[in-house]
């Protein structure tokens, strides 16, 4: 096992629990998504992995060992890609490179090497004495990651790796996570606020909301869960919790969260009752009215009660 | 690492310009207002008072490069790259004060070469004015990272020590004189670290025995307390 937590408690100043008996496993070779909503403890947990943080309660085993933030040696064996780009913006890629791997007791001819490797898998080989102020966000972004594969980490995490770049290269870095976790065995941890990045890279997705996990498995086993399920999502102008309440009370209604001004009804398998929750809602403005098959973004969104995009601060 | 902080420190030119450009100019135009003024024989005198003087203000303008450093590699983003690393982060607090010490030190003294190559000037015992100077920068550097971790924000840190220089000078005597007291001397003399380097560069000039013991007392002691709290301090860094 890379990763083993058991029962993980974090507290933090303010009193708020940002594990709360978390429990998490990751094998080798497997990527690994992490998905919750803003303040869920993604981002604790993340710390918590790569010894950014000591836990309060609980067991964090990584590579067998315990971890916390004294634990030097441990970092060798761990790569992070952090949300934020954190590369010199003045210094040239190589230079950015370079020091990353001297951090990691690479020198001579074995970083330079190694630095021809990652400039090549991050495909940016051509443009290694280039400083990164002048390059694409994708640029900026491919040479984010490439700055925590130096030391060939076993275990990396990526925590939201491809913030705000366009469409191609993300496919290129999601095509990149996959080949590198194929390709050399690397364990791989990976946050997303696009929930079809983790379905599409993942072998297994653990959902956390308040601290804990509460559910994880294949992203096919999770949405096997839904299977069949009826979502009807019925957008209007104003909506109530009260409402809400009341379609929770209806026969043959499973689930029912309210996404910014969209109920979100989950029904019994093969239940047709949209005429009854119009009528319920009658006294509502309509502005909207859908019906699908459950996907990973609706078992979120049933699980949570939130949408993976809710908030403008990160955990 | 030291490549890498250098690398850093010396791609900031708009640093450098500010921190050699400005009082190279300040100490031109100030040499050129007051030469008509100056008796005969003392030309050298007055350049020498009006260089220490914008060396030694310099010297704590030089602190933006540690805050800079130390803000960009712990209180941003950067920090969570350096602590998952297996160095251990006080590394990296001294590799970039110590690499600040070294430019600013060498601002110092290309400084002091313009004052002699333009102006042609003796200073008396060079090397003892050059310790001072380094001193000097020692203390304005941990100075600086003192105040990054307290404050944590970078132009706010700079605030601070930009009200510090402007009341040192102006207390010390250096912008304004005062008419001559005991009290005065003494505000030229020891009221600030500011103050102690430029004393202490002027007892090395004099010779002046007791006044060199006082003044590069006065500033490694208070060196070695600072170092003392930065060392204390950078631990939270770890946190």
Avoid at chain 1, 164 to 183: C, H, T
Avoid at chain 1, 210 to 227: N, R, Y
Wanted: charged letters at 20%; proline letters at 3%; aromatic letters at 8%.
């Amino acid at each position: 096992m890379i990763v083993k937590i058991n029962d993980a408690i974090k507290r933090y100043q303010n009193d708020v629990l940002a594990l709360d008996y978390l429990n998490l496993e990751i094998k080798k070779g497997e990527v690994v998504g992490l998905l919750g909503p803003n303040g869920a403890g993604k981002t604790t947990a993340i710390n918590a992995i790569v010894g950014l943080l000591d836990l309060d309660e609980g067991e964090l085993l990584v590579f067998g060992e315990s971890q916390n933030t004294k634990n030097r040696p441990l970092k060798k064996r761990l790569g992070l890609v952090t949300q934020e780009l954190t590369i010199y913006e003045e210094l040239s890629a190589y230079e950015n490179l370079r020091f990353f791997g001297s951090l990691y007791g690479l020198k001579g001819e074995q970083l330079e090497k190694r630095i021809i490797e990652v400039a090549k898998l991050i495909g940016l080989e051509s443009r290694l004495k280039d400083v990164p102020k002048h390059y694409s966000g994708g640029m900026k972004r491919r040479l984010n990651i490439g700055c925590a594969l130096l030391h060939k980490p076993e275990l990396i995490i990526m925590d939201e790796p491809t913030v705000g770049i366009d469409p191609q290269s993300r496919n290129y870095i999601l095509e990149f996570v996959k080949a590198l976790a194929k390709d050399t065995d690397t364990s791989i941890i990976y946050t997303s606020h696009y929930i079809e990045e983790v379905q599409a890279i993942s072998d297994r997705v653990y959902i956390i909301d308040q601290g804990h996990i509460i559910a994880d498995g294949t992203v096919q086993s999770l949405i096997e869960k839904m299977k069949g399920d009826q979502i009807t999502q019925i957008t209007v102008k104003s909506p109530s919790k009260k409402s809400v309440e009341t379609l929770k009370a209806m026969p043959d209604v499973k689930e029912v969260s309210l996404v910014e001004n969209t109920y979100q009804i989950v029904l019994e398998t093969g239940v047709s009752m949209l005429d009854k929750l119009l009528a319920l809602l009658s006294s509502e403005t309509i502005l909207n009215v859908k019906n699908d098959e459950a996907n990973l973004e609706d078992v979120f969104l049933m699980l949570t009660g939130k949408t993976l995009r809710d908030g403008g601060a990160h955990d | 690492m030291i490549r890498f902080y250098t690398l850093r420190l010396l791609k900031d030119k708009v640093g450098h310009l500010i921190l050699i450009g400005l009082p190279l100019v300040l100490i031109t135009i100030m040499v050129a207002l007051n030469e008509e003024n100056i008796p005969a024989g003392e030309f050298d005198d007055m350049v020498l008072y009006i260089g220490l003087t914008y060396i030694v203000m310099f010297q704590g303008f030089g602190a933006a490069y540690t805050f800079e450093g130390l803000e960009h590699d712990f209180y941003k983003p950067f920090r969570s790259r350096l602590l998952v690393s297996p160095v251990n982060p006080i590394k990296f607090v001294f590799s970039q004060i110590g690499l600040s010490i070294i430019v600013s030190f060498i601002q110092s003294l290309l400084l002091v070469g313009y004052l002699v190559v333009m102006y042609g000037i003796n200073i008396p015992n060079l090397a003892g004015v050059i310790l001072a100077l380094l001193l000097g920068v020692i203390l304005s550097q941990l100075l600086a990272s003192i105040i990054i971790f307290l404050v944590k924000k970078a132009n706010l840190a700079q605030a601070i020590i930009t009200v510090y220089i402007v009341i040192a000078m102006l207390v010390g005597g250096f912008f304004v004189s005062f008419s001559e007291s005991s009290l005065t001397s003494f505000l030229e003399q020891f009221s600030s670290p500011l103050a102690w380097t430029h004393f202490t560069a002027y007892a090395f000039m004099e010779a002046s025995v007791g006044d060199i013991m006082l003044g590069t007392g006065l500033l490694v002691s208070t060196i070695l307390i600072l170092f003392a709290l930065t060392y204390k301090l950078s631990q939270r860094v770890k946190r």
